[in-house]
């Protein structure tokens, strides 16, 4: 089981719905990120907070916008999606900056945008 | 432009042979090397992390190597099982550990 939880597991939302993803670790990590991934692709990063700071922005678009309102928890708040947004969006967590690096992630939300 | 590339076919293989996966990479010079294990539909799972200046790693059926000079890992499972059917990822950092990149992964099949 992963450590890593994320709510909700599916999501469909219209284009000009607001909607948001929620991800939460209890394990002491200071390093939290967003990947999205498309069928049969690999993941591709979004953003990483370290101790709760935006440090990466992957050139992202302004709909989608993260939120880290504490060490534990991760939001990413949905806006104006587009039908080609729909993916597989992965939070993960790691112990920070100069540490091994090993990511733990979570079950993943599948969003599907009409 | 940088390239992680794996194997783009599905690996079909038999129950109790050894699987041998591949990750080139271009045009990265990552200090670390990680694969990870993902089933359909669920996130990826960590497998193993090897240093630049590490050969070989190995952690009960999983060894991965690591050859910078040809920038390339291979991950082997040896004595496969119908249950390490799955798609591997290799992925490696750039700009220290904060940003990791994934290969294209790899899709093994192991057949009983």
């Known amino acids: 089981d992963t450590e890593v939880t994320q709510t909700p597991k599916h999501l469909v939302m219209g284009m000009t719905n607001k909607k948001s993803l929620k991800c939460e670790q209890h394990?002491?990590?200071?390093?939290m990120y967003w990947y999205k991934q498309k069928a049969k692709k690999p993941p591709e990063l979004m953003f990483v907070y370290s101790y709760e700071k935006l440090s990466i922005n992957e050139s992202v678009p302004s709909r989608f916008s993260p939120e880290c309102p504490n060490s534990s928890l991760l939001n990413l708040h949905l806006h104006a999606l587009q039908p080609e947004d729909s993916a597989l969006y992965l939070c993960?967590?790691?112990?920070?900056?100069?540490?091994?690096?090993?990511?733990?992630f979570g079950e993943g939300s599948r969003l599907t945008v009409l | 432009s940088q390239k992680i590339e794996q194997n783009s076919e599905a690996l079909n293989i038999q129950e109790g042979k050894t699987a041998t996966l591949t990750c080139n990479y271009t045009n990265y010079s990552p200090a670390y090397l990680q694969w990870y294990r993902q089933d359909p539909g669920r996130g990826p799972v960590f497998l193993l992390l090897?240093?630049?200046?590490?050969k070989e790693k190995r952690k009960e059926r999983l060894k991965v190597t690591f050859d910078t000079t040809l920038k390339q890992s291979l991950f082997h499972i040896t004595a496969s099982q119908p249950a390490d059917s799955a798609t591997y990822l290799c992925?490696?950092?750039?700009?220290?550990?904060?940003?990791?990149?994934f290969g294209t992964g790899t899709r093994l099949l192991v057949s009983p």
């Open positions: 090897i240093r630049e200046n590490e």
């Open positions: 993960a967590s790691s112990q920070g900056q100069g540490a091994t690096g090993e990511l733990f």
């Open positions: 992925a490696l950092d750039e700009a220290g550990f904060q940003k990791l990149v």
């Open positions: 394990m002491g990590h200071r390093a």
